[in-house]
């Protein structure tokens, strides 16, 4: 158990859709990673937060939005869901800014 | 072109072999590099991290960067069968607006057989 906690697993949902995957970073992390993972693309950088900023932006989607909260939880929202968004995404947390992420186990979205 | 190239394999071992592992990258403001493992529908897991160029070494494993020729390497002295995995570079900038964002190899799948 790598300490970053990513709600839920599994998530199958259809097309047009909107849904929130959850994470809970390690302990006494202040910074949040997200990534999507898909086959043809491999792992994609999609944003990151440090202690509830925005600090990073990666190719991510206008349809995608993320916040990291006060008690450091973070969500990211995923709306208007095409084929294409199928993938596992990961959450990642880190101590500092530009430390170097602990990866949960992720979250599987498939989109129907 | 990928900012890193990484060769997908698969490769395939007997147990005990030497495995070489390697990433190629473009973008010269790199100044951190890590080597992840991954395990069927597991999160990517830190194997070792380097700062620069350099060797560093963690028990079976060997992590090179060359930052000269933009190459990095690792290398698993007398693999096991439990080293069976899906291998992820990654690299990152120290700082500007790509601070803590990493960049990953598409990853190369190993299988070392008994």
């Known amino acids: 158990d790598s300490g970053v906690t990513q709600t839920p697993k599994h998530l199958i949902t259809a097309t047009g859709q909107r849904v929130t995957l959850r994470c809970s970073p390690r302990s006494g992390d202040l910074s949040v990673y997200w990534y999507q993972q898909s086959l043809d693309q491999g792992l994609q950088f999609l944003i990151q937060?440090?202690?509830?900023?925005?600090?990073a932006k990666g190719n991510i989607l206008e349809r995608f939005s993320a916040q990291q909260f006060p008690d450091l939880h973070s969500e990211l929202n995923l709306s208007s869901l095409e084929l294409g968004d199928s993938a596992l995404y990961f959450c990642a947390s880190s101590v500092r800014g530009n430390g170097v992420p602990t990866f949960g186990s992720g979250t599987r979205l498939t989109v129907v | 072109q990928k900012e890193v190239e990484q060769d997908p394999g698969p490769l395939s071992v007997p147990e005990g072999a030497i495995v070489s592992l390697n990433c190629t990258y473009s973008?010269?403001?790199?100044?951190?590099f890590m080597w992840y493992r991954q395990y069927s529908r597991k999160g990517p897991e830190l194997l070792m991290y380097t700062y620069s160029s350099g060797n560093k070494e963690d028990g079976r494993f060997t992590a090179q960067v060359d930052k000269s020729s933009k190459y990095i390497s690792l290398f698993i002295r007398d693999s096991q069968p439990s080293d069976s995995a899906t291998y992820l570079c990654?690299?990152?900038?120290?700082?500007?607006?790509?601070?803590?964002?990493?960049?990953f190899g598409q990853g190369t799948i190993l299988t070392v057989h008994p």
């Open positions: 937060y440090y202690n509830g900023e925005e600090r």
């Open positions: 973008n010269s403001a790199f100044q951190y």
């Open positions: 990654a690299m990152s900038e120290s700082g500007g607006t790509s601070y803590g964002k990493l960049t």
